[in-house]
């Protein structure tokens, strides 16, 4: 009896009720991402003018890679192997009177004469655009195809030619307006492109990543654009924090 006594005065002594613990759906935390801003790509007028590029053209452009840049940078696969990656441009003058003698030049697939050259390989020179004295944009090339331009860094450079440099036929303020609007143009269409040199500069990139050149002695001398045309250049666009050659 004592313990049915015990038992029931124990009886009304329950543990405090404990809350029922609602799981309330927590709406996670709206945080404001503004969106990547689509890369505004300036408008610029340029006139495609393409150059003649057949298989053969390729062909010549993967042996000239295979033997200067070296085969294990190629798959083997035609179209892939002569598709870069634009990381460069290199400004040009093209040491004639037009464009049109130019483009008539750069146009065979095959290096005419040119004996120094010949020998580094039978592709043809040429460039991505070429500048005419009145500032018109000419473009010759898909800007992520590979040209023979500047030795050691073809496999990744985009070429611009300016007509002229030669005597009678400096290059033209028009020219320097329509190299910065380029310049503007390309860096917008490619974020990948890190440098801007004209190809007086080129031997100064030796040592840097870029600069691939299995033949040590295939070495050329230039003198184009001119400081003071690159420099023009250079300053209009110093905003867009390019790099030159290495100090
Ligand atoms: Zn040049």
């Known amino acids: 009896m004592m313990l049915l006594l015990l038992a029931c005065a124990t009886d009304p002594i329950r543990p405090p009720a404990v809350p029922e613990v609602v799981a309330v759906p927590v709406e996670p935390e709206v945080i404001a991402v503004p969106p990547e801003p689509e890369p505004v790509i300036p408008e610029v007028a340029i006139v495609d003018k393409p150059l003649p590029f057949s298989d053969a053209r390729k062909e010549l452009t993967q042996q000239y890679l295979a033997t200067h840049w070296g085969e294990q940078h190629l798959s083997g696969e035609l179209e892939a192997d002569v598709t870069m ?23 065979p697939e095959r290096l005419p004469g040119r004996p120094a050259l010949q020998r580094a390989g039978a592709l043809n020179v040429s460039a991505h655009f070429v500048v005419d004295r009145d500032g018109t944009i000419w473009r010759l090339l898909p800007e992520d195809r590979v040209a023979r331009h500047v030795i050691g860094l073809n496999h990744l450079a985009i070429g611009i030619e300016n007509v002229g440099g030669i005597d009678g036929y400096p290059l033209t303020d028009a020219q320097v307006a329509a190299n910065i609007d380029l310049v503007r143009y390309l860096t917008a269409s490619w974020p990948t492109i890190t440098h801007l040199i004209g ?17 040590p002695t295939y070495r050329t001398i230039k003198p184009d654009p001119g400081a003071d045309f690159l420099g023009r250049v250079r300053a209009a ?7 030159g050659v290495p100090d």
């Open 85 to 107: 990656i634009p990381r460069m441009i290199v400004l040009h003058w093209t040491a004639g009177p037009t464009a049109l003698g130019t483009f008539n030049t750069f146009a």
């Open 199 to 215: 190809h007086m500069e080129y031997q100064d990139m030796e040592g840097h990543p870029y600069f691939q050149e299995t033949d």
């Open 237 to 243: 666009v110093a905003d867009l924090a390019l790099e």
